[in-house]
């Protein structure tokens, strides 16, 4: 679908932090707090923030590839935070 096609995202909210699983709402408020704290980009769509980190732990599940923890759900959280990080450098090296 060509992106003028698309219907707009309302950045203010999110479906995905008002209706779901107990994970992705919890998901969907801690992404949300950090946008709110700036620490990813203020037009950040939420919903998918959300399945960026929901979709592992569903395969994780799906696949029983280990426990769905807290400890590792918000490991993936921070990840997606952290990509999500309008500040982020991208092309440098890791050295």
Excluded at 29 to 35: K, L, M, V, Y
Aim: aromatic share 4%.
């Amino acid at each position: 679908m060509p992106p003028s096609a698309r219907p707009a995202a309302d950045s203010s909210r999110s479906r995905s932090a008002t209706a779901g699983s107990p994970w992705s709402v919890a998901c969907g408020t801690a992404i949300r707090s950090a946008r709110e704290a700036g620490r990813t980009a203020p037009d950040t769509d939420l919903d998918l923030a959300v399945e960026l980190v929901y979709g592992p732990l569903h395969y994780r599940r799906q696949y029983r590839l280990g426990p769905l923890t807290h400890d590792h759900a918000d490991h993936l959280v921070d990840a997606a935070v952290r990509a999500l990080d309008p500040s982020a450098t991208s092309g440098g090296s890791n050295a």
